[in-house]
C-alpha cells in the first residue's frame, strides 16, 4: 500500500472518530435539553391546573358570598340569587374540569415518571387530587343546600349552613397547599434528575472522547511505524553513501513511494560509480598534460623577464629627461602666470588710481557745496539773532507794560483786581519770553561756532584733496610704466615655454613608444605568470579532483 494511501486512511478513520463523537454528544445534548423539556413542561402543566382549581373555588366562593349577602339584603324576596347562582355554577364547572384533568395528568405522569421518586410524588398528588374533589362535592352539597334555603326564603337554615361550608373550605384550603407542597417537591425530584442526567451525559462524553483519542493515538502509532521505519533505512543509506561507500548492500525497492525512491538511489549509486572511474582515468591524464605546460611556461617567463628589465632602465632614463623638461616647463608657466598676475594687479591698480583721481573730484566738489551751504546756514543764524533781539524788546516791553498795569490796577482798588490778575499774567509771560530768548541766543551761539569750526575743517579737506590728486597722477603715471614692462616680460617667457614645449613634444612620444614596449612586455609576463599559476592550480584541482574520486568506495 502506497503512503498516500495509508495517510489518506488514517486521517479518514480521524475523521471518522470526530463524527461519530460529534453525533454522541449531540444525541447527548439532546437527551438533556428532552428531560428538562419534559420535566418543566409536566411540572408547569399541573402546577397551572393547580391555580386554576384554587382560582375557580375562589370564584365560588365570593358568588355564593354575594348570593347570601343580596338574600339578607332583600330578606329572602324570591329570584334574588338567579344571577349568582348561574355564576356559581360556571365556577363549578371549572373547578371540576380542573381537577379531572390534574387527576388524569397526576395518573399519567405517575406512570412514565422519569424517576420512582417522580412517581411516587405524582401518585401522591393523585391521592390529594381525589381528596380535594371528595371536599368540592361537600362545598357543591353544602353550597346546594344553602341556595335552596334561599330560595324557600328560610335564612337561618341557609345561614346554619356556613359552618359546614367553613369547614370544608379549611380543608380543600389544606389539600390544596398540600398539593402546591408535592409540586414543588416534585420539581426538586425533576431538577435533580437533571443534573443525573447531564453529570451521566457528560462522563459519557468524556469517556467516547478519551477512547477516540486513544484509536487516534493508536492509529498514529500504526501510521508512523509504518512510514519512518523504511525511512530511517533510506536515511542510513543515503548517510553511507554521503560518505562516499558506495560498494554497500543497494537501498531497498518496492510499490510505493519509498521503494521507488530505493530504485532511483540504486540508479544514482550507479553513476556515482561510473563518475568516479571515469575520473581517476582522466586525473591521470591530467596530471601529464599539466607538466608539460608548467616546464613550457616557466621557460617562456625566464626570457620575457630579460625583456622586461631592459626596457625598464630605458624607459626610467627617458622618464628622467622628460621630468627635467616637465619641471623646466613647469618653472616657465608659473613665471609667465606671475608675470601675468602682476600685470594684471598693475592694471587693476591702474584703475584703482582713476578711480580714486575721480573720487577725490567729487570729494573736492562736494566739499566746495557743503563750505558754500555752511555760508549760508551762517547767514541765516545771523538773521535768527535779529529775530531774537526783537523777541527780547518785545518781552521786556510786555514786563514794562505789566508792571504798569499792575500799578494801575493797585490804584483802582477792588474794582481792578481783576485787571491785576491779567496784569500778573502779563508779567509771567514776560518774563519766560525773556528767559527762553536767553536760551536760544545761548544755542544760536554754540551754532555759529559750529558752523565757523565747520568751514575752517571744510577748507582744509579740500586743500588735502587737492594734495591728494596731485600725488594720484604721479602714481597713476608710474604703474602705467611698470605694467608696460610686466607685459614685455611675459611676452619674452611665452617664446621661451613654446620653445620648451616642442622639444618636450619630441621627448613625450619617445616616451609614449617606451611605455607601449613596457606595458606589452609586462603583459607577457603576466600572462606567462598566470600561465604558471594556472597550471599550478590545475595541478592543485587535480589533486583534489583525485583526493574526491578516492573518497568513494567502488
Do not use: C
Not at 469 to 475: F, G, Q
Amino acid at each position: 500500500m502506497s503512503i498516500s494511501n495509508r495517510l489518506i486512511i488514517g486521517f479518514g478513520i480521524v475523521v471518522a472518530l470526530l463524527v461519530v463523537l460529534g453525533f454522541y454528544g449531540v444525541a447527548q445534548i439532546e437527551r438533556v435539553r428532552d428531560t428538562t423539556g419534559r420535566i418543566v413542561s409536566r411540572d408547569l402543566a399541573m402546577i397551572r391546573e393547580v391555580a386554576t382549581i384554587s382560582d375557580a373555588q375562589a370564584e365560588m366562593r365570593a358568588y355564593r358570598e354575594d348570593m347570601l349577602r343580596d338574600a339578607l339584603a332583600s330578606r329572602g324576596a324570591p329570584g334574588s340569587i338567579g344571577e349568582n347562582e348561574r355564576l356559581w355554577g360556571q365556577a363549578l364547572g371549572r373547578t371540576t374540569d380542573a381537577l379531572r384533568r390534574a387527576d388524569a395528568l397526576a395518573e399519567q405522569f405517575s406512570s412514565d415518571a422519569l424517576s420512582a421518586e417522580r412517581s411516587e410524588a405524582w401518585g401522591r398528588q393523585g391521592n390529594l387530587l381525589d381528596e380535594l374533589n371528595a371536599e368540592l362535592l361537600g362545598i357543591q352539597s353544602a353550597s346546594e343546600r344553602q341556595f335552596a334555603s334561599v330560595r324557600n326564603g328560610n335564612l337561618s337554615d341557609a345561614l346554619a349552613q356556613e359552618d359546614e361550608l367553613i369547614r370544608h373550605r379549611v380543608e380543600f384550603a389544606r389539600l390544596v397547599r398540600e398539593v402546591h407542597a408535592v409540586a414543588d417537591e416534585g420539581v426538586e425530584l425533576g431538577q435533580e434528575r437533571i443534573t443525573a442526567v447531564y453529570n451521566e451525559s457528560r462522563i459519557s462524553t468524556f469517556i467516547a472522547i478519551l477512547v477516540a483519542l486513544a484509536i487516534g493515538i493508536i492509529v498514529t502509532f500504526l501510521l508512523r511505524r509504518s512510514i519512518i521505519a523504511p525511512v530511517q533505512r533510506f536515511m542510513a543509506f543515503v548517510e553511507r553513501v554521503g560518505r562516499g561507500d558506495l560498494s554497500g548492500e543497494p537501498a531497498v525497492t518496492g510499490t510505493d513511494e519509498i521503494g521507488r525512491l530505493g530504485v532511483t538511489l540504486n540508479a544514482m549509486v550507479d553513476s556515482l560509480k561510473q563518475i568516479a572511474v571515469q575520473n581517476r582515468e582522466a586525473n591521470a591524464n591530467l596530471g601529464a598534460a599539466i607538466a608539460e605546460i608548467r616546464a613550457s611556461s616557466q621557460e617562456q617567463a625566464a626570457g620575457v623577464e630579460e625583456q622586461l628589465a631592459a626596457v625598464q632602465e630605458t624607459a626610467a632614463t627617458v622618464d628622467e629627461i622628460t621630468h627635467a623638461g616637465a619641471q623646466v616647463t613647469k618653472r616657465a608657466q608659473e613665471v609667465i602666470a606671475a608675470a601675468q598676475t602682476t600685470a594684471q594687479t598693475s592694471a587693476d591698480g591702474l584703475r584703482a588710481v582713476d578711480e580714486t583721481a575721480r573720487v577725490m573730484d567729487a570729494i573736492r566738489e562736494q566739499a566746495e557745496i557743503v563750505a558754500r551751504n555752511i555760508v549760508a546756514l551762517s547767514e541765516k543764524t545771523q538773521a535768527i539773532g535779529d529775530i531774537i533781539s526783537t523777541v527780547n524788546d518785545v518781552s521786556e516791553r510786555s514786563h514794562l507794560l505789566a508792571l504798569n498795569a499792575a500799578i494801575e490796577a493797585a490804584a483802582a482798588g477792588e474794582s481792578g483786581r481783576s485787571f491785576a490778575v491779567v496784569a500778573s499774567e502779563m508779567k509771567v509771560l514776560a518774563d519766560q519770553a525773556k528767559d527762553a530768548t536767553v536760551q536760544v541766543r545761548s544755542i544760536l551761539g554754540d551754532v555759529q561756532r559750529g558752523i565757523n569750526t565747520s568751514v575752517m575743517l571744510t577748507e582744509e579737506a579740500v586743500k588735502r584733496v587737492v594734495a591728494g590728486k596731485e600725488r594720484t597722477e604721479i602714481t597713476q603715471r608710474t604703474i602705467g610704466e611698470i605694467t608696460s614692462r610686466v607685459q614685455e616680460g611675459a611676452l619674452t617667457f611665452q617664446q621661451i615655454v613654446a620653445s620648451t614645449n616642442q622639444q618636450q613634444l619630441g621627448i613625450e612620444q619617445v616616451m609614449s613608444a617606451l611605455q607601449n614596449i613596457r606595458q606589452a612586455s609586462q603583459q607577457t609576463a603576466a600572462g606567462t605568470r598566470q600561465l604558471n599559476e594556472a597550471a599550478g592550480n590545475l595541478a592543485t584541482l587535480s589533486q583534489q579532483l583525485q583526493a574526491l574520486a578516492d573518497r568513494y568506495k567502488i
